[in-house]
C-alpha cells in the first residue's frame, strides 16, 4: 500500500509539459501536485528541509485513477515527543542566528514537515525539497533538468524505511540528508546512500552491543521477536550474527508489522508466552512494540527479561507497561541542552496560530479550541499554562533524541559555513551545488555547546557510543529511565562496557535472571550436543580417564601431561605419585631384615670356622675358599639393600654391578671348591699328580679369572649405556614407577647369563662328583646349594618380566637373598652341625670313611 501511494505521488510531482502548453506561452512548465503544507517554516538566506514523524498513520482512500490523488494527509494522535524534536531544530537555528562566529550576517530558515511515519509522505516530500513549491516554471528555466535544490540539506527522517526512501531521491540530486535516528546498518552502504549521514550510531554497533551485554550477562537461550521492516530485519540480522559468535541461542525469532492481520499478532505473543527463554531481545519500532505490548497485556506471560533496541526502550509512553519492568537496553547519551525548555514553553496561544502542528497540539493538551477552530470543543480562554503541563513535549529530563536533532543541525550549520564563509565574512548571495555541502558535512568535526563531539567516519556514522538503561520503580510508583552503564564501541575488546550501579531485573529482583537451554556444565564435564537441538541444548559429560576440564562449559576435556593424573573431580592435573622401593616400606622393611640376618648368618659362619681353622672339616677343603665364600655371600647379602630407596645415578650402577661380581664371586668360590673335590679324590689314584695343577695359587687365580671376566663385561656396561633412573609412565596411568632402567639390555642378560653360566658348570661338576666314596663328600652339598640357586634363578626371570612397579625391585631382591640362603644353609649348615653338636665326627678318619658315618 505505501509503495502505491508513493509511485502515485512520484508522478504527480515530476515536472512535466502542461497539456496546454505551447512555444509561446510564457509557462511552459508546471508541478501537477499541489505542494505539501508545511508544519513550521521560517524563511532565511539558506532553508534547512528537516522531517520528521508526528503522526504515525496516514490517511488513505481509494484511487479511481480517474483524477491525480487527493492531498495526503496525517490523522490519530500527536506525538509530543516528535514535535519537541522539530522544535528542537528550531531552538538550533535560532542559536545559530544569532551566533557571531558561525554564518556570521546569515540567516538560516527551515522548512518542516510531518511525514505521518509513511514512505509515501516522505517521498513526497523529498521531491518538494528537490523542486520547491512554486507551481510554475519559467521558460527561461529548463524544464529537462531541474534548477537549483529548494534546500542545501534536510534533517531527517526518524524511521529507517522513510530515510531509506528519501535517500535514494535525494541523493539523485546530492541533497545531504542527516538523519537523526535511522539506525539501519544498511544506510552504511555508501554506494547504494551516498548523500546520507547521521547522528545516531548504526544498529550494526547496537547489534553488537546487545549482543555482547547478552553473553556478558550469561544468557545462552533467548527469544527474538523484530519489526517487519528495514529496521528490524537489519538490526535483528546483524544481532543473530553477533549473538552466534558470541555462543548464543535463539530459540525462535518472530517477525510482525503493526498492520499485520490480528491473528499473526496473536500468533507472535502465543509464542512468547509458551516459550521457556526468559529472556527476550526485542528490535522493534515503537509502532510495533506499542502493539505486541498491547497484546501480551490481555494475557500476561511469566517473568521476562526484555531487552529493547533504542527506537522504544527510552521511549516515555512504554512506562505504562507493568510487564517490561527491569527492563534494559541501549539508548543515545543522555544530554542537557540549554535555553531548550525555555524555548519550547515560551509558546502563546498567537503563536501557535501560526502553525497547524502548533495549533493542534494546543488544542490537544488543553482540550479547548484556538478561536472555536475545532468545533465542539470549549475556546481557549487565555488561563491555559503551558508551564503546568506534563507531557513528552515539556519534558527535558531525557533529551537524548533532542540532542541528535541538535547535533545534526549544528553540523549542517558548520558545512555551510564551509562552502560559502572565508575567515572573515560569508557570501549569502554565494552560488554552491549541494553536492558541496556533502562534502563539506564528511569533513566536519566540531563540538557543541553542551559539550559532544561531532563527526563522521566514511561511512556517514559517527562514534558508537550508548548508556545502558534500566526501567527502575520510582518512589512515588511508576517506572523511570536509569542509566546503569555504557557501552564503547572503540575501547578493546572486553573492556567496552563499563557498570555504574546496579540494576533492578525483572519482578524487582536483585539477582541476574537465568535463561539457558541447559544449566552450565561444571568443571571436569564437556558439553555434547543434542541430537537435533541447538548447541546450547547440551548434555554435560564427565571427562573420559586421564583428562580434565578446568572450565565451566568446556566443549572439550584435555590430557593431562604425561607425568600428571586427574583429581577425583577431573579439574585439575595433580602429580601422579612416584613409585619406588622406599626405606619406611612394610616390604623393604622385611627384605631388609632377611638380608641383615642372611648377612649376620654368614658372619656368624665364619666366626665359627676361623675359632675352629685348625679342625679337619675345615682344614678338609680348602679354607682358604671357603673363607672367601663367606665374604662373598656378606657381600651378596648386603648388596640387595642398594635395591631399596630412591633410584639415583650412582645407586641404578651400583645396584646391578655389585650384584653381578659379588654372586660371580661366590659361584666362582662354589666352582673352585667343586674342581677341588674332584682332584682331590683323582690325586688318591696311584700315579695321579693333577694336584699339583689345581694346588691353592691356581684356585685363587681361577676365582680372581672368574671375576675379571664379570667385572669386564660390568666396566663395557656401564661404559656404554649404563643404567640410570627411569619413570615408568606406561605400566600405570595414574602413577609413575621411578625404576632403574637396564640401559642396555645385552649388558644386564650379559651379566646374568655369565652368573648362568657359572652356576650350570658348577653344578654339572658338583653332580658328576656327589658319588664320590668319603663319609663328607662336599660335592653333594654343592649339588643341592646349586639346584637351588637355578631353580631360584629360573623362576625369577618370569617374575622379574610381570612384577609390576616397586614389586620387580622386590622380586630381584628376594632372588638374591633366596639364592645366598641357599649357599649358605646347604654348604656350610652341615659343617658347622658337625663342629658344633658332632665334634667326634670332625676327625680326619672319620672324614677319610675309615669311621663309623
Given amino acids: 500500500m505505501q509503495l502505491t501511494s508513493a509511485l502515485l505521488i512520484f508522478v504527480s510531482v515530476l515536472w512535466i509539459n502542461g497539456p496546454t502548453a505551447n512555444r509561446t506561452d ?8 499541489e505542494p505539501q503544507m508545511l508544519g513550521l517554516y521560517m524563511n532565511g538566506d539558506f532553508v534547512i528541509g528537516g522531517l520528521f514523524s508526528i503522526h504515525y498513520i496516514l490517511r488513505s482512500e481509494q484511487n479511481t485513477y480517474t483524477r491525480p490523488p487527493l ?38 530558515g527551515y522548512q518542516i514537515h510531518d511525514s505521518c511515519a509513511a514512505v509515501a509522505m516522505s517521498v513526497k516530500v523529498a521531491f518538494q525539497f528537490a523542486n520547491g513549491i512554486e507551481p510554475f516554471l519559467n521558460e527561461t528555466d ?49 554506494r547504494q546512500y551516498p548523500a546520507f549521514l547521521r547522528t545516531v550510531p548504526s544498529d550494526h554497533y547496537q547489534a553488537a552491543a546487545l549482543a555482547k551485554m547478552v553473553k556478558y550477562f550469561g544468557w545462552t537461550w533467548i527469544g527474538a521477536v523484530r519489526s517487519d521492516t528495514d529496521y528490524g530485519n537489519y538490526g535483528m540480522a546483524s544481532f543473530l550474527k553477533a549473538a552466534q559468535e558470541e555462543g548464543i541461542c535463539v530459540e525462535y525469532s518472530e517477525v510482525f508489522y503493526r498492520t499485520d492481520p490480528r491473528s499473526k499478532l496473536e500468533r507472535v505473543a502465543n509464542v512468547i508466552r509458551r516459550s521457556t527463554a526468559r529472556v527476550i531481545v526485542a528490535f522493534l519500532a515503537s509502532g510495533e512494540a506499542r502493539v505486541l505490548l498491547e497484546e501480551l497485556t490481555r494475557q500476561p506471560p511469566p517473568h521476562i527479561q ?83 503541563l506534563q507531557n513528552p513535549y515539556t519534558d527535558t529530563s531525557q533529551l537524548r533524541i533532542t540532542n541528535l536533532v541538535y547535533k545534526a543541525t549544528y553540523a549542517i550549520a558548520h558545512a555551510i559555513h ?27 568535526n566540531f563540538t557543541t555547546k553542551n559539550g559532544f563531539q561531532v563527526s563522521f567516519d566514511s561511512k556517514g556514522d559517527p562514534v558508537a557510543v550508548y548508556e545502558l538503561i534500566n526501567w527502575q520503580d520510582k518512589k512515588d510508583g511508576g517506572f523511570d529511565f536509569v542509566t546503569v552503564g555504557h557501552y564503547y564501541s572503540f575501547k578493546p575488546r572486553g573492556q567496552e562496557f563499563s557498570m555504574s550501579r546496579a540494576i533492578s531485573w525483572m519482578g524487582g529482583k536483585t539477582e541476574v535472571p537465568k535463561s539457558v537451554c541447559s544449566e552450565s556444565c561444571p568443571p571436569g564435564t564437556r558439553k555434547a550436543v543434542q541430537k537435533g537441538k541447538p548447541v546450547c541444548c547440551y548434555d554435560c559429560i564427565p571427562c573420559a580417564e586421564g583428562e580434565i576440564s578446568n572450565k565451566t562449559d568446556s566443549l572439550n576435556c584435555v590430557h593431562c601431561p604425561s607425568e600428571f593424573w586427574p583429581n577425583t573431580q577431573r579439574d585439575s592435573c595433580l602429580p601422579k605419585p612416584v613409585e619406588f622401593l622406599s626405606w619406611d616400606d612394610t616390604l623393604s622393611i622385611i627384605l631388609t631384615a632377611f638380608s641383615l640376618a642372611g648377612a649376620f648368618i654368614a658372619v656368624c659362619v665364619a666366626a665359627v670356622f676361623y675359632k675352629h681353622r685348625t679342625s679337619p672339616i675345615v682344614r678338609a677343603n680348602n679354607s682358604e675358599l671357603s673363607f672367601l665364600l663367606l665374604f662373598s655371600l656378606i657381600l651378596c647379602f648386603l648388596c640387595s639393600l642398594t635395591f631399596i630407596g630412591q633410584p639415583s645415578e650412582w645407586s641404578c650402577m651400583l645396584r646391578h654391578t655389585a650384584f653381578g661380581i659379588t654372586f660371580v664371586l661366590c659361584i666362582s668360590c662354589v666352582l673352585g671348591k667343586t674342581i677341588v673335590v674332584l682332584m682331590a679324590f683323582r690325586a688318591t689314584l696311584p700315579g695321579s699328580n693333577v694336584m699339583k695343577w689345581f694346588g691353592p695359587p691356581q684356585q685363587r687365580l681361577s676365582v680372581l679369572a672368574f671375576t675379571l671376566i664379570q667385572v ?5 656396561w656401564l661404559t656404554i649405556s649404563p643404567p640410570l633412573p627411569f619413570k615408568n609412565l606406561k605400566h600405570y596411568k595414574e602413577r609413575i614407577i621411578l625404576e632403574c632402567g637396564l640401559g642396555s639390555a645385552i649388558g644386564f642378560w650379559a651379566v646374568l647369563g655369565y652368573i648362568g653360566f657359572l652356576a650350570l658348570l658348577c653344578f654339572i ?47 630381584e631382591i628376594f632372588a638374591i637373598l633366596a639364592s645366598s640362603f641357599g649357599l649358605v644353609i646347604c654348604i656350610f649348615a652341615p659343617k658347622c652341625f658337625i663342629i658344633m653338636f658332632r665334634p667326634e665326627q670332625n676327625t680326619k678318619k672319620h672324614l677319610m670313611g675309615k669311621g663309623p658315618s
Fill in 26 to 33: 510564457p509557462v511552459s512548465c508546471r508541478l501537477w501536485s
Fill in 71 to 108: 492531498q495526503p494527509q496525517c490523522s490519530g494522535s500527536m506525538d509530543f515527543r516528535q514535535l519537541r524534536f522539530a522544535r528542537a531544530m528550531e531552538f538550533a537555528i535560532q542559536e545559530i542566528n544569532n551566533r557571531t562566529d558561525l554564518l556570521p550576517g546569515i540567516t538560516l
Fill in 142 to 190: 529548463s524544464c529537462s533538468k531541474s534548477a537549483a535544490a529548494a534546500v542545501p540539506a534536510v534533517v531527517g527522517e526518524s524511521n529507517s524505511p522513510p530515510s531509506i526512501s528519501m535517500t535514494r531521491i535525494l541523493g539523485l540530486f546530492g541533497i545531504p540528508q542527516m538523519s537523526y535516528y535511522a539506525t539501519c546498518a544498511c544506510l552504511s552502504d555508501k
Fill in 306 to 388: 526484555w531487552i529493547g533496541s533504542d527506537a522504544w526502550i527510552t521511549h516515555p509512553e512504554f512506562l505504562r507497561f507493568n510487564m517490561c519492568a527491569g527492563a534494559i537496553g541501549f539508548g543515545v547519551p543522555r544530554s542537557v541542552i540549554p535555553g531548550l525548555r525555555e524555548f519550547l514553553l515560551d509558546l502563546s496561544p498567537a503563536q501557535a496560530l501560526k502553525s497547524p502542528l502548533l495549533t493542534e497540539f494546543w488544542e490537544s493538551s488543553f482540550s479547548c479550541s484556538l478561536k472555536g477552530s475545532s468545533g465542539g470543543a470549549r475556546e481557549c480562554d487565555g488561563s491555559e499554562d503551558i508551564r503546568a
Fill in 418 to 444: 564551509g562552502v560559502i564563509c572565508n575567515d572573515t565574512q560569508c557570501d549569502k548571495s554565494a552560488k554552491f551545488a549541494p553536492w558541496q555541502i556533502l562534502d563539506q558535512l564528511k569533513r566536519v
Fill in 712 to 716: 669386564l663385561i660390568c666396566v663395557l
Fill in 765 to 811: 661338576l658338583a653332580f658328576l662328583a656327589r658319588k664320590l666314596p668319603d663319609n663328607f663328600n662336599e660335592a653333594k652339598f654343592i649339588t643341592f646349594s646349586i639346584l637351588i640357586f637355578c631353580a631360584v634363578w629360573v623362576t625369577f626371570i618370569p617374575a622379574y618380566v610381570s612384577s609390576p612397579g616397586k614389586f620387580t625391585v622386590a622380586v
